[in-house]
Structure formats: C-alpha cells, structure tokens
Nanobody
C-alpha cells in the first residue's frame, strides 16, 4: 500500500521552469520504479519519465533534454524538474509507483504553460 501526493504545479510562461514533487507514504527505497505521466484534455495519458533503482532514468522524446527525474532521499520524494516549458506541456501530471505487483497513482497536479 502506497500513497502518493504530487505538488509543485502551477501557471508558468513559455520558457519557464517548474519542479514537481511526488511524496510517498513509505520509504522510497522500497519502490523499485517511479514514473511520471501526464494527461492533457482530450488526450490519452502519456508517459513522461521513469526512475528506477540503480540510477537508470528514461524520458519520452518530447521532454528529453528539458526534463530531469530524480530522487530526493532526504524528503522521500521523486522530483521532476521541468525546464524550457512549452504550451504543449500543459497537462495534469501524475506520479505512479509499482509496489508488490500493483500500480499506485497520485491525484495529479496541474501544469499550465501559457502567456
């Protein structure tokens, strides 16, 4: 059983930056892989980035070079640093964790990129 809470979303101008955090209710070390997804209105949920044990990270082509996923052990979070934001990055962002064979999701945080 894992509870996930996202934070850090908001309104930002194109080219700006935001840092999202996903805080877990249990030690982040017990969770093998944590992923960020996003879903824009009228579109399917899209995988954005993954962080797994061993230091492996992966990114969708649409965010590669602009987003960075990392673990902050002191805060028990997995963060998503988003730079050079574009209007097409506008979406609700969700974190997802795998634990004992099940997927757990946070409630999401809204990111809006607009002038």
């Amino acid at each position: 059983q894992v509870q996930l809470v996202e934070s850090g979303g908001g309104l930002v101008q194109p080219g700006g930056s935001l840092r999202l955090s996903c805080k877990a209710s249990r030690s982040i070390f017990t969770i093998n892989t944590i992923r960020w997804f996003r879903q824009a209105p009228g579109k399917e949920r899209e995988w954005v980035a993954s962080n797994r044990g061993g230091g492996n990270t992966n990114y969708a082509d649409s965010v590669k070079g602009r987003f960075t996923i990392s673990r902050d052990n002191s805060r028990n979070t997995v963060d998503l640093q988003m730079n050079s934001l574009k209007p097409e990055d506008t979406a609700v962002y969700y974190c997802q964790a795998n634990y004992v064979g099940r997927d757990y999701w946070g409630q999401g945080t809204q990111v809006t990129v607009s002038s």
